[in-house]
C-alpha cells in the first residue's frame, strides 16, 4: 500500500509498505513512519493519506483512508501551514481558535447537505528533519466528495451557458445564506472550491478554521492575515479590511463570469478603467446581468448586502431597456397625443444598394412593358415612376425584401422578355434592365456620400 508522508518538502514522501496492503495488518499496526524523513504516516493513529489532491499557499489537501471504518472510508485530509513561523504563546492561540471554530464547521456540514462534513481535527506535533526541534501541525479531516470541481468542468467543456449558470449561482446563494446566518465568511469562493459530485449536487469546499486562525490575533507578529485567491477578492478584503456577506457574493460573482465567459479574470477586469468587462464576451439576459454587476460594484455597501437578496433579485424578471432615439417635435407631438410609430431596424449599405439595384432593374422591366402596352408617352411616364415609387416605399417599410428581391425579377422577366418587349430583342431588354440597375445604384451611392458629408460639416 501507498502512503504519503505529509511533511513539508520531504525529499520522499512516497512511501509504499506491502504489509498494508493486507487489511487485518492495516487496521492493527500501530505506525508506519516516512522512510525518508521520520514523520509518523497515520495521521492521530487512524487516517492513512495516500496521495496528495493539491497545495496553496496555506497548506495541503491529501486524499486519505480511515482505517477505522468498517469500508475504510475515503476524506479529505488538510493540513495547515502557517506562513511564518510562530512562538510558543502564538501556537497555543492559534491551536485553541482551531479547535473552537472546527466545532462550528462541525455543526454547520451536518446542517447543510451541500457543505462536507467534518470529520476530525488534531494538531501532530512531531520532531523535526533533521532532529532539533518541535514541529506542530494542524489537521482537518472532512467528507471526500466524488466529483470534479468547477474549474475542472471549464477545461473540460469550455464556457457555460446561461442556465447552467443561474443553477450553480442559485445553487451556491442557497449555502451562502446558510453560513452566513452562523455567522461565517467563506472568503476564498472560486471555481475550484466549488464541487459537482455524480449526481449533479453543488458542493462548497474549502472554507473553515483554518481561514479564520489567519484572521485572529496570531497575525500582529507580522504574518499575512489575508487568505484570498486573486482577481476574486474584492477591494475590502485585499486590503486586509473587515469582511462581510457581501464580499463572499462578490467573489461568487467573478466566479459565475468566468464560467460564462471561459476567460481569465485578467482579460475581464480592466485594471484602467477599474471595470469589469465581462459582458464583452458574452450576452446574457437583462436580469443576470443587471444582478452581477451589482454583486461586482467595488464597495461593500453597494452590492446586495445578503445572499437572500440575490436571490430575490433573481426572481423579478427586469426588461430589457430600449434605446430612446432623438424625435422630431412633430413626431414627439405625435406620441404624446397617442400615436406611437412602431421602431424599426436600421438598413445596412449592403441593403440600401442591393434594393436599389432591385429598384432600377425591376423598374426597368416595368418601364419596357408600360411602354409596350401604352402608346401614350406621358401616361406610360407616370405609370413607371408610381409603380417604382411604390416598390421602394414597400421596401422600406419592410413588406419586401430578402427573397422578395429575387423572386420578383424571376416572375417578371420571362413574361416581359416573351411577351410584353414590343420592338425590343432579348439582349436589349436584359441591357437596358441591367443598365437602370447600375444607374439606380450609383445614384443611391452619390446622395448616400452627399449626405454623410453634409452630416460631417454640419
Request: glycine residues 6%.
Amino acid at each position: 500500500m501507498e502512503v504519503y508522508c505529509t511533511r513539508p518538502h520531504c525529499p520522499r514522501p512516497l512511501n509504499y509498505f506491502a504489509d498494508l496492503d493486507e487489511t487485518t495488518v492495516i487496521r492493527t499496526v500501530q505506525q508506519k513512519y516516512c522512510t525518508s524523513c521520520g514523520m509518523p504516516l497515520i495521521l492521530a493513529g487512524r487516517y492513512i493519506p495516500t496521495k496528495v489532491l493539491g497545495r496553496g499557499g496555506f497548506g495541503a489537501a491529501f486524499f486519505a483512508r480511515d482505517r477505522y471504518t468498517p469500508t475504510m472510508r475515503s476524506c479529505v485530509v488538510k493540513q495547515f501551514l502557517p506562513s511564518t513561523s510562530l512562538s510558543p504563546t502564538q501556537l497555543k492561540l492559534a491551536q485553541d481558535l482551531f479547535e473552537r471554530e472546527a466545532v462550528v464547521l462541525e455543526e454547520v456540514g451536518y446542517q447543510h447537505d451541500q457543505i462536507p462534513n467534518l470529520y476530525a481535527y488534531f494538531p501532530v506535533i512531531v520532531e523535526s528533519s533533521p532532529p532539533g526541534r518541535q514541529e506542530q501541525y494542524f489537521y482537518l479531516v472532512q467528507e471526500y466528495i466524488t466529483g470534479e470541481n468547477l474549474e475542472q468542468e471549464l477545461v473540460q467543456k469550455g464556457q457555460f451557458s446561461e442556465s447552467d449558470a443561474l443553477f450553480i449561482l442559485s445553487s451556491i446563494l442557497k449555502v451562502l445564506d446558510f453560513v452566513h446566518n452562523q455567522g461565517i465568511i467563506h472568503r476564498d469562493i472560486k471555481p475550484s472550491n466549488i464541487m459537482r459530485d455524480k449526481s449533479g449536487k453543488l458542493f462548497l469546499l474549502d472554507f473553515g478554521a483554518v481561514k479564520l486562525v489567519t484572521n485572529s490575533p496570531v497575525g500582529k507578529t507580522g504574518a499575512s492575515t489575508g487568505i484570498y485567491s486573486m482577481g476574486f477578492a474584492p477591494p475590502e478584503q485585499m486590503s486586509g479590511g473587515q469582511v462581510f456577506p457581501s464580499t463572499d457574493l462578490y467573489a461568487l460573482a467573478v466566479t459565475i463570469i468566468i464560467l460564462l465567459t471561459a476567460k481569465d479574470v485578467t482579460e475581464l477586469f480592466d485594471s484602467y478603467t477599474n471595470q469589469w468587462k465581462w459582458q464583452n464576451f458574452v450576452t446574457t439576459s437583462p436580469t443576470l446581468t443587471s444582478v452581477l454587476n451589482r454583486m461586482l460594484l467595488p464597495a461593500a455597501n453597494q452590492r446586495f448586502q445578503s445572499a437572500t437578496d440575490v436571490l430575490e433579485a433573481l426572481s423579478t424578471p427586469q426588461p430589457q431597456p430600449q434605446p430612446q432615439p432623438q424625435q422630431h417635435p412633430t413626431q414627439l407631438q405625435s406620441s404624446q397625443t397617442g400615436t406611437v410609430s412602431k421602431s424599426k431596424r436600421k438598413f445596412s449599405l449592403l441593403e440600401i444598394l442591393t434594393g436599389a439595384g432591385f429598384s432600377g432593374f425591376e423598374g426597368g422591366l416595368i418601364a419596357i412593358a408600360v411602354f409596350t402596352l401604352i402608346e401614350s408617352t406621358p401616361i406610360s411616364l407616370v405609370i413607371s415612376l408610381v409603380v417604382i415609387s411604390a416598390m421602394i416605399f414597400a421596401q422600406f417599410r419592410r413588406w419586401v425584401g430578402g427573397s422578395d428581391l429575387i423572386i420578383f425579377p424571376v416572375i417578371t422577366l420571362p413574361i416581359v422578355l416573351f411577351f410584353l418587349r414590343g420592338s425590343l430583342t432579348i439582349a436589349e431588354v436584359l441591357f437596358y434592365a441591367v443598365i437602370a440597375g447600375l444607374i439606380s445604384i450609383a445614384i443611391t451611392s452619390l446622395f448616400r456620400l452627399i449626405y454623410k458629408l453634409l452630416s460631417i460639416i454640419l
